[in-house]
């Protein structure tokens, strides 16, 4: 009978390869959390892939990447692309310490464009995703629409889900008895649409461990087309960890969330902006595909984890431009942060060269020129690039940064004041800087004099900004008046609409938090 | 022809075969991908290429070579009424080789009620021990286009296989649906009558269970 085991499948996994490449940045592993073993919230700095953090299988037509379209936390998840018919699918997997006896706390939040499409979401040990004894322990997965749970070898419908939605997913893995509570809700709504009790895991094996857990789309039929996020990812032994306010129900980083941490971190000297996608390097789709046509994509990923200073000679344009662009920038970051702004200057000016639509190396490079008081070129580059930085939750805590680096702050005032009402830019720096050292009444009232002496061309921006002061000084209700009101005269409205969905939010109006979110992230429903 | 522009054309070659042949040279090329085992090729010309195989496993005179057609069809893993009507006519071949690929093949090819029920009785009833092992072989791994209605039935015609006369039967029964399911139930093959009766009914409790669930 040994003949039977022919063909001993991989589950999940047939040949597992590890692409450091996950659109090219930013993952954190649990640091300091007594209790958790994994904790990615998407949003935080580089950390290498391998087997105690993570791996990402992009082979075939399939991908899996950051994502800053969707995200139910903070400013990014993980998109999870499966094509059906290419052979294979994309995977994201993680590790943690294998666990044989307790139990064990998994947290995440997802979300699906289309319920009808397969996906299939695991937690495993060490004879990975098979029904069996130390194989998959907890699995979901959606079928015909319904999200499923595989338990005691079958599938139990859960409830239909809907697309474009949020759902929270708690489940407490009892190892020893080889069962799991588990609860999930969906955004905006009180009570669980899911909440079971004591079921068996998904082979009925008391004592089965684990020690990985895995995201991916089909992986039989290859008929997936799913495209989904994934956000909030925590695995913990400590139940006070998972229920920590990182993982409330329909918690979400507001906009001006990245203001306050970048006002913790940054004092006042300028530092290279944290990146946020690859599209901050200029690699977008194309580019991607360039990638992985040479073979570059791994190599991308070493270069982002500062393991390769260098391009292999052999590859061919336009990848190694691209990847030399990025060793720039990184060259440029670290320089920077060092204190040779010099050096990070001429590395940044570099990137850019290679890479024109490098967004991140263009505006890092006016950070390195305020290290080193070119006021003018500053102004000048600036002027340039802030339009198409106008929806980028990093551009007003960057211009604070700016204005507080041109000295002491009541030089600052005294130098922004006289032209500030006569330069668009210039006076929005003096405004949040104003904002930066705490002043909102000072800033409001020095936006309230720009709406009445500016040109009508601003007044839209005026009314946003002053929202903005408003919103960080608590006022959420007027702060939303201030938006509501802008929007008239708004000349580009989606940073107005995603505000409006942050004061939604925190007015507890998940209806029109929605309404205003899909207003700016619309586009996705069309692909 | 420049040596250049030979040798272009040579690395188009498997990548984009149906650019560079007709129709008819094409049937002669897959058959020789067929002959050489290279799917990927064959893969590459999509679907289209399904009666092509199913002609050429249909006017094959030689058996080895209509088990290389057979494990196209498996490794292709695609539906075909056309391929499974021609695999089926090979499913009691005491051809060793074509046997066994035709046996797997069959459930990657189609989810049609009587492949599940010719692959039962095959490794019920088949004189062969090998020919019933591996039909058991397919039953746990290849049965990849079933419903879960489907399954049910499958999981039916095991659990019921449990109570087969023959030791070897009730042992690759067990061992199937320890494959597909990752549990035994307490099964001993090899216990007494009443202890195996007692598991069977817990079994036929668990599909009722996955039955009412669906």
């Given at each position: ?13 047939g040949?597992?390869v ?40 992009q082979f075939g037509r399939g991908s ?17 692309r499966d094509v059906a018919g290419d052979r294979n699918f994309p ?126 789309g089909?992986?039989?039929t290859d008929a997936s087309n ?58 977008g789709s194309a580019e991607t595909a360039a990638l992985r046509q040479n073979g570059a994509g ?16 052999d590859l061919p344009d336009p990848s190694r431009?691209i ?204 692909r | 022809m420049s040596r250049l522009r030979v040798a272009s054309l040579l690395l188009l070659v498997p990548l984009v075969p149906q650019l560079v042949w007709g129709e008819d040279a094409s049937a002669a090329q897959v058959q020789q991908w067929v002959a050489g085992r290279n799917v990927a090729a064959i893969r590459a010309l999509g679907r289209p290429v399904l009666p092509k195989l199913v002609h050429l496993y249909e006017s094959a005179?030689d058996?080895?070579f209509k088990a290389r057609v057979a494990q196209t069809f498996y490794e292709l893993g695609w539906e075909s009424p056309e391929a499974?009507?021609a ?18 093949a069959?459930?990657r090819v ?105």
């Amino acid at each position: 009978m040994a003949e039977l085991a022919r063909t001993i499948q991989g589950g999940f996994v047939g040949s597992l390869v590890v692409f450091g490449f996950i659109g090219g940045s930013a993952w954190a592993q649990a640091q300091g959390a007594a209790g958790a073993l994994v904790r990615y919230s998407f949003d935080d700095d580089l950390v290498d892939t391998g087997p105690d953090t993570f791996s990402v299988s992009q082979f075939g037509r399939g991908s899996v990447r950051l994502s800053t379209v969707y995200r139910f936390s903070g400013y990014r998840s993980v998109e999870i692309r499966d094509v059906a018919g290419d052979r294979n699918f994309p995977e994201l997997q993680g590790y943690f310490p294998i666990r044989t006896e307790g139990k064990l706390y998994l947290h995440f939040a997802m979300m699906t464009t289309d319920p009808g499409e397969e996906l299939n979401i695991a937690l495993a040990g060490p004879q990975w995703f098979r029904l069996r004894k130390d194989g998959i322990a907890f699995w979901l997965k959606t079928a015909n629409g319904y999200l499923t749970a595989i338990s005691d070898s079958m599938p139990k419908k859960l409830f239909c889900m809907r697309a474009f939605v949020w759902y929270v997913v708690d489940a407490t893995y009892d190892i020893d008895a080889g069962t799991y509570d588990l609860t999930i809700r969906q955004e905006g709504l009180e009570s669980p649409v899911a909440d079971m009790r004591g079921q068996a895991n998904a082979a009925s094996q008391p004592g089965s461990r684990v020690d990985k857990f895995s995201f991916i789309g089909d992986h039989d039929t290859d008929a997936s087309n799913v495209v989904y996020y994934v956000d909030d990812v925590l695995v913990g032994v400590d139940e006070a960890i998972v229920h920590q306010p990182f993982a409330a129900p329909g918690r979400r980083k507001l906009f001006v969330d990245y203001w306050n941490s970048a006002r913790r971190a940054r004092a006042a000297h300028p530092k290279p902006l944290p990146m946020m996608s690859l599209a901050d390097l200029g690699i977008g789709s194309a580019e991607t595909a360039a990638l992985r046509q040479n073979g570059a994509g791994e190599l991308l990923g070493q270069i982002l984890s500062g393991r390769l200073p260098e391009v292999p000679d052999d590859l061919p344009d336009p990848s190694r431009s691209i990847l030399q662009s990025v060793i720039a920038w990184r060259e440029g970051a670290r320089a920077l942060t060092d204190g040779d702004a010099e050096l990070a200057l001429a590395r940044f000016d570099r990137a850019s060269q290679l890479s024109p639509s490098a967004a991140l190396s263009q505006m890092d490079a006016v950070m390195a020129l305020a290290n080193l008081a070119r006021w003018d070129e500053v102004d000048r580059r600036l002027a340039g690039i802030v339009p198409q930085w106008r929806d980028d939750p990093r551009l007003p805590a960057t211009l604070a940064i700016i204005g507080l680096a041109r000295g002491d702050l009541d030089a600052v005032e005294h130098q922004l004041r006289p032209s500030a009402e006569s330069s668009g830019l210039l006076a929005e720096e003096y405004f949040l800087t104003l904002l930066w050292k705490g002043d909102a009444a000072r800033a409001e009232t020095f936006a309230h004099t720009m709406l009445a002496r500016g040109p009508d061309s601003e007044r839209g921006l005026w009314r946003e900004r002053l929202g903005d002061a408003a919103f960080l000084s608590g006022s959420i209700e007027r702060a939303r008046d201030y938006y509501e009101a802008s929007l008239a005269e708004h000349p580009r409205p989606n940073s107005v609409w995603l505000k409006l969905s942050d004061v939604y939010f925190k007015l507890g109006d998940l209806e029109k938090e929605r309404a205003f979110r899909e207003r700016v992230y619309g586009s996705l429903r069309e692909r | 022809m420049s040596r250049l522009r030979v040798a272009s054309l040579l690395l188009l070659v498997p990548l984009v075969p149906q650019l560079v042949w007709g129709e008819d040279a094409s049937a002669a090329q897959v058959q020789q991908w067929v002959a050489g085992r290279n799917v990927a090729a064959i893969r590459a010309l999509g679907r289209p290429v399904l009666p092509k195989l199913v002609h050429l496993y249909e006017s094959a005179s030689d058996d080895g070579f209509k088990a290389r057609v057979a494990q196209t069809f498996y490794e292709l893993g695609w539906e075909s009424p056309e391929a499974k009507r021609a695999l089926m006519k090979d499913v009691h071949t005491q051809n060793q080789d074509l046997r066994l690929q035709v046996q797997w093949a069959l459930g990657r090819v189609s989810n049609d009620q009587d492949v599940v029920d010719t692959l039962i009785a095959n490794m019920r009833s088949d004189s062969n021990p090998l020919f019933r092992d591996k039909a058991a072989c397919a039953l746990a791994y290849d049965q990849i286009h079933l419903s879960e209605q489907q399954k049910v039935r499958l999981f039916g015609a095991l659990i019921e296989a449990l109570r087969d006369e023959k030791l070897d039967v009730r042992r690759i029964a067990l061992t199937a649906l320890q494959i597909q399911t990752g549990q035994t139930k307490g099964f001993e093959p090899g216990a007494s009558w009443a202890d195996r009766e007692q598991k069977i009914r817990v079994w036929q409790s668990w599909l009722a269970q996955y039955k009412a669930g669906l």
